[in-house]
């Protein structure tokens, strides 16, 4: 299966957080993890952030980011995504961040998977995209 996977679960796969257990049985399901390339900037802040306050080393971040990275099978440019994100977003009442996953979702016709509780809310009223919840 096909999954559109969000930062708030890809975050999990490089931090020891609550769901962190949860987002490791699903990296090793088998599922296919796609992602609007922009993910790859939103994951490097959360880990910058945990450099900056020294949590973890600079050559760690690298790594952990290398590492979340490698789990998507496909990213896509934003800029393919950035009208039908923009509409959902207007629609939504929703930052157009989170609804670049949204609409790849939709456009892939495949689920969007999720630990994020406004993108749960938002999503729900997208009927076009199965929301699975970590």
Same mark, same amino acid.
């Given at each position: ?7 708030? !679960? ?22 296919? #993890? ?27 971040? !690298? ?8 789990? #998507?099978?496909?990213? #896509? ?5 950035? !009208?039908?994100?923009? @509409?959902?977003?207007? @629609? ?37 995209? @199965?929301?699975?919840?970590?």
């Amino acid at each position: 299966m096909t999954l559109v996977d969000d930062a708030s !679960v890809a975050a999990k796969w490089v931090f020891q957080e609550e769901g962190s257990d949860r987002a490791a049985t699903l990296r090793n399901s088998g599922d296919d #993890f796609i992602a609007p390339s922009l993910i790859v900037a939103e994951i490097g802040n959360a880990l910058w952030k945990r450099a900056v306050w020294k949590e973890v080393s600079v050559r760690d971040t !690298v790594r952990a980011l290398q590492n979340a990275v490698s789990v #998507f099978t496909r990213l #896509f440019p934003p800029s393919d995504l950035g !009208v039908r994100a923009m @509409e959902i977003a207007v @629609e939504l009442r929703h930052p157009i961040y989170d609804c670049f996953y949204l609409a790849l979702a939709e456009r892939e016709q495949c689920g969007l998977i999720t630990a994020d509780a406004r993108l749960i809310a938002a999503a729900k009223s997208v009927k076009s995209i @199965e929301l699975r919840t970590l």
